[in-house]
């Protein structure tokens, strides 16, 4: 049963993560207090508290269900509330470190970050083009058609310096 909650916070959280690319925290409370597209912003709200709420369960759960939710939590940290403090977090307590492995995903993150600090548009481009580059030429798994949307996602926003 277990299990069975944490993939469904996972998969309800992965599903809805293509709607995010242009929904950053702001704009989701923005959505919530005019009522325009509220339904929407609480969905994805709901779901990242779903996330939130299966990493408390992960005591028990063997060390590749942890990983993956680590993953999930350290993007979503950074890329919807643009806190990087427990993106970095959620990020170190994958061993061993993402990092060793280029990845499409660990670019994304990576540029995620980058526009969360307000980092400039070259930078987030730079991290984007490898993440890109780690793609496979074509994309016939829906996890790396899901990449490559968030991942151009990232050089078509805005940088925000702040996040009210």
């Known amino acids: 049963m277990l299990v069975t909650g944490l993939a469904s916070a ?3 959280f992965i599903s809805i993560r293509v709607v995010l690319h242009f929904i950053p925290v702001a704009v989701l409370k923005n959505m919530l207090r005019s009522s325009t597209g509220w339904e929407d912003a609480i969905k994805i709200m709901d779901a ?3 996330l939130k709420q299966a990493e408390t369960l992960l005591d028990d759960q063997p060390e590749m269900m942890k990983i993956e939710v680590w993953k999930e939590l350290a993007f ?3 890329y919807i509330e643009w806190d990087m403090k427990q993106a970095l977090a959620n990020w170190s307590k994958i061993k061993p470190s993402p990092d060793g492995f280029p990845s499409a995903f660990g670019y994304l993150f990576w540029a ?3 526009r969360a600090q307000g980092e400039s548009a070259e930078q987030i481009h730079e991290w ?3 993440g890109l580059a780690e793609l496979p030429a074509t994309l016939t798994r829906s996890e790396d058609r899901l990449r490559y949307q968030l ?3 990232l050089t078509q926003q805005k940088i ?3 996040v009210p």
């Open 10 to 12: 996972i998969l309800s």
């Open 48 to 50: 990242f508290n779903h």
């Open 76 to 78: 979503a940290y950074a």
């Open 112 to 114: 995620a970050l980058s």
């Open 128 to 130: 984007v083009a490898k």
């Open 151 to 153: 991942l151009t996602s």
């Open 160 to 162: 925000v310096l702040s």
